[in-house]
């Protein structure tokens, strides 16, 4: 009898009979197909979000494989609190990593969305997150130099683009930042060549903040450079990348005259906006070097170590204390400071 039951109750579902029992629900039906009457079914208190998730998800799939600076902000911008902030930045975070010109696009619109946050919003923690990510890439760098070094050389591009858009509020660099590029950028140049190209091309970049934080370490790089610029093995290409960088270093990293620049330019070398770094150094104004902070300008292509001026106190292991400090030596506590060792 158990066998007729069940065909009965089958052969009057397929005929569209009048049996007032319900369908069976196929593999795949979510909760949000089931008819209206059947809510009580439900677990107590539960709810269909069919809005916040997928919401999410659709604009994480929307986001381009190269978003410009501005799709960057608007997607920044659109974050109601600091959790969606979060999520949004290790999205892009990732994406930078694989593409150096999404990671160039981020660090410049986190950098100004921070500086142009109102007090008590949630985008003036863009520049604590950033901070976070280039940390820890950089604890995992020796890893991803034997296993990824494409996400390595991301990883270097990444951190040098921070440090020229990610500033402190009164405009100084993150000083903590100028041993790790250092480290990243003499690494790079014993990497893949588009890899030594985008390491002088960052140099160039940030060469004159650089220099004003650590001239002895920017000299040593340049002398790195000048070793790979007459070793055997180095193409035409990389000549010119490399010839660029010792030149701007000679000449103290304010730029070259036009004859050089139509050099360059003719063996397609793409000329660092200098000017840009220049006026993001500029505003907002700060206080007068002192002499422990070097001098604007100071020539990198000798090493020499400036004076350190007795007002500055240290701490036992040779940084700033936490105090306050103006220029490009202020301290900036991160949640690990360990982890740039």
């Excluded at 007729?4 to 029992?21: C, I, M, N």
């Excluded at 986001?63 to 979060?86: G, K």
């Excluded at 190209?197 to 650590?214: H, K, P, T």
């Excluded at 103290?252 to 139509?262: C, I, Y």
């Amino acid at each position: 009898m158990s066998g007729r039951a069940r065909g009965r109750g089958r052969g009057d579902f397929l005929s569209g009979g009048t049996d007032d029992r319900r369908p069976l629900r196929r593999p795949g039906d979510g909760l949000a197909n089931m008819p209206e009457d059947w809510a009580g079914l439900r677990s107590p208190g539960a709810s269909i979000t069919t809005g916040n998730s997928v919401e999410s998800e659709v604009q994480k799939l929307s986001i381009s494989a190269e978003p410009s600076e501005e799709e960057i902000a608007a997607m920044l911008q659109s974050s109601s609190n600091d959790a969606q902030l979060l999520a949004t930045l290790r999205e892009l975070h990732e994406r930078a990593l694989a593409c150096r010109a999404v990671g160039a696009r981020l660090a410049a619109a986190a950098g100004r969305l921070q500086r142009e946050a109102p007090d008590g919003s949630h985008l003036r923690n863009l520049r604590t997150h950033m901070l976070n990510f280039v940390q820890s890439n950089y604890k995992r760098r020796h890893d991803d130099r034997l296993m990824s070094p494409a996400r390595f050389a991301g990883a270097g591009g990444l951190l040098c683009e921070v440090f020229r858009h990610v500033r402190l509020a009164d405009g100084a660099v993150v000083l903590v930042l100028v041993t790790p590029i250092l480290e990243y950028l003499t690494a790079l140049l014993h990497c893949r060549q588009e890899d030594q190209v985008m390491a002088a091309a960052q140099l160039c970049r940030v060469g004159e903040e650089l220099c004003r934080c650590s001239p002895e370490g920017v000299a040593e790089l340049v002398n790195s450079i000048r070793e790979r610029l007459i070793s055997p093995d180095c193409g035409h290409a990389l000549r010119a990348d490399f010839l660029l960088c010792v030149e701007l270093a000679a000449c103290r990293w304010t730029g070259l005259s036009r004859h050089a620049q139509h050099f360059y330019a003719h063996h397609g070398v793409s000329l660092p906006d200098l000017s840009a770094t220049q006026r993001q150094s500029a505003a907002p104004p700060k206080a007068p070097v002192g002499p422990s902070e070097g001098k604007r300008g100071e020539d990198c292509s000798v090493g020499r170590e400036p004076p350190r001026s007795a007002d500055v106190s240290r701490s036992g292991n040779g940084r700033p204390e936490a105090q306050r400090q103006t220029g490009v030596h202020q301290w900036v506590p991160l949640p690990d400071e360990d982890g740039w060792d």
